[in-house]
């Protein structure tokens, strides 16, 4: 059975920090490893990852896979309050996609 | 990416009763998938969508309890039936563009609450 633990599971930083979020994982058959930010009700995609080492990045978003290892991480630089939410992981195996239970990041003003 | 809505966003039902949840997609798309997410807890697949055919539901998940309508390439249905506290949840419409290994992306969501 697939299997994604995130953490940490919750994290209160203050506006501008840098944040580190975890994502580990058990798959049959890896073929994917995505980011999602949830806002209210609605997971939005932030990043698809197939390859180990290849960093994607999108403004002060970045993630990085470690197959070997069987990690990923998403970093966000400069947090703004609009960063607040909860980042889900979620890998795609044999099992279809399955989802970690999320890391909720507040950040405080 | 395809504009996903649903709808309805948000309702409170009394148990015993049903609630339909519809996803329009304004593209026609492969894959269309129902999540649903309960409190505290991670996202869970009910079912695959099927276009012209039955709906092929996930462990712990039946079409008497949860049936599903999809009548073309661009709708679906999802209908809560039966309801009962334990029900209450978001539940998220998904679809996937058909390439292979495409990332799902998820429509607004509907929060259910059961009284």
């Known amino acids: 059975e697939d299997k994604v633990v995130q953490s940490p599971l919750s994290l209160v930083v203050h506006e501008g920090d840098t944040v580190t979020l975890n994502c580990s994982y058990e798959?049959?058959?890896?073929?994917?490893l995505l980011w999602y930010k949830q806002e209210k009700k609605a997971p939005t995609f932030l990043f698809m990852l197939t390859s180990s080492g290849i960093e994607k990045k999108s403004g002060r978003l970045s993630s990085i896979l470690d197959k070997k290892e069987l990690f990923s991480i998403l970093n966000i630089t400069a947090t703004q309050t609009g960063d607040s939410a909860v980042y889900l992981c979620?890998?795609?195996?044999?099992?279809?996609?399955?989802f970690g239970k999320g890391t909720h990041l507040i950040i405080q003003p | 990416s395809a504009v996903i809505s649903q709808k309805p966003s948000r309702d409170i039902c009394q148990r015993g009763t049903s609630l339909t949840i519809q996803c329009q997609v304004d593209?026609?798309?492969?894959?269309m998938f129902w999540y649903r997410q309960q409190p505290g807890q991670s996202l869970t697949l009910i079912a695959t969508?099927?276009?012209?055919?039955?709906?092929?539901?996930e462990s712990g998940f039946v079409i008497d309890k949860f049936p599903i309508s999809r009548p073309n390439l661009t709708f679906s249905t999802l209908t809560v039936s039966n309801m009962s506290p334990e029900d209450s949840s978001i539940y998220l419409c998904?679809?996937?563009?058909?390439?292979?290994?495409?990332?799902?992306?998820f429509g607004n969501g509907t929060r259910l609450t059961v009284t």
């Open positions: 593209s026609q798309v492969t894959m």
């Open positions: 979620a890998i795609g195996g044999a099992d279809g996609l399955t």
């Open positions: 969508a099927n276009q012209g055919s039955e709906a092929t539901y």
């Open positions: 998904s679809v996937a563009e058909g390439r292979y290994n495409s990332p799902l992306h």
């Open positions: 798959v049959t058959n890896f073929r994917s």
